[in-house]
């Protein structure tokens, strides 16, 4: 029997066939965070993953992960509208006028003379809109307040993730060093008077020309609703010796929830 060429299978195309590809593009989501990389959910397998530098991962973000054989490399979180990734009420300061109170936030104030305002955010280095917000010492004196948002509802079981981004320009002393610490805060109703307890970031230092950088309160793998809670709120507290003036500026504020 005479077997035509065209009919024989072709080697190239079988053994190209065989091969599995060892390199891929997948997606994922950031369940975890701690000093020796991420703990990644990828099709519902839990996998390591280390991550570029230029990424700065957040407990709940989705990301692009590459995969070369068994090493993943988260190369950074997807793009999307962020108030989808977010509960915050205003969380980037652009509802409502500039220089007065932002609607949805209020400031706490233990000592000193702050006032919070939304404010334009003159530089290149956008974060979410024109619109930021800032808080400005009013008199030359220590202050201790508390930027916080309106009332989130949550419920026993869920655990949740938070950050925000925060950032000094010339506005701030060359000499001044100010305390910022963020804080996942849980109450019983949604009034302040009903405060049970409060996960936070620890104290980070601001000073003069910091570009933006994320605090974050959530821990290696999120913040669960402790017992009793029904509400929560997002809160930046800050304390530093201010001189008249002086400014600090926030922004994108994200409260999500990851289980």
């Known amino acids: 029997m005479i077997v035509q060429p065209s009919a024989e299978p072709s080697m190239p195309a079988q053994v190209a066939a065989a091969l599995q590809e060892n390199t891929s593009l997948?997606?994922?989501?950031?369940?975890?965070?701690?000093?020796?990389?991420?703990?990644?959910?990828?099709g519902g397998g839990l996998v390591s993953a280390s991550y570029l530098l230029?990424?700065?991962?957040?407990?709940?973000?989705?990301?692009?992960?590459m995969r070369q054989e068994g090493t993943w490399l988260v190369l950074g979180s997807m793009g999307s509208s962020v108030t989808d990734l977010t509960a915050v009420p205003n969380h980037s300061f652009e509802d409502g006028a500039v220089g007065v109170l932002p609607p949805q936030w209020q400031l706490v104030t233990t000592a000193g003379s702050p006032a919070l305002t939304a404010a334009l955010w003159g530089r290149a280095d956008v974060i979410d809109g024109p619109q930021v917000g800032r808080l400005t010492a009013g008199s030359t004196a220590?202050?201790?307040?508390?930027?916080?948002?309106?009332?989130?509802?949550?419920?026993?079981?869920?655990?949740?993730?938070?950050?925000?981004w925060v950032a000094a320009t010339t506005g701030l002393g060359a000499s001044?060093?100010?305390?910022?610490?963020l804080r996942l805060a849980w109450y019983s109703d949604s009034t302040l008077g009903s405060f049970l307890s409060e996960n936070a970031s620890g104290f980070y230092a601001v000073t003069r020309g910091m570009p933006w950088r994320m605090v974050s309160a959530s821990g290696d793998s999120g913040r669960p609703v402790p017992v009793g809670a029904?509400?929560?709120?997002v809160k930046l507290g800050f304390s530093w010796s201010a001189t008249s003036g002086e400014t600090i500026n926030f922004d994108r504020f994200l409260a999500r929830r990851v289980a």
């Open 26 to 42: 997948r997606i994922g989501t950031v369940v975890a965070r701690t000093s020796s990389g991420l703990t990644l959910n990828v």
């Open 176 to 181: 001044t060093a100010a305390s910022v610490e």
């Open 54 to 65: 230029s990424y700065e991962p957040l407990v709940g973000d989705q990301v692009t992960v």
């Open 230 to 233: 029904a509400f929560m709120r």
């Open 142 to 164: 220590t202050i201790t307040c508390e930027v916080v948002s309106d009332p989130v509802m949550v419920a026993a079981g869920e655990v949740w993730s938070a950050a925000a």
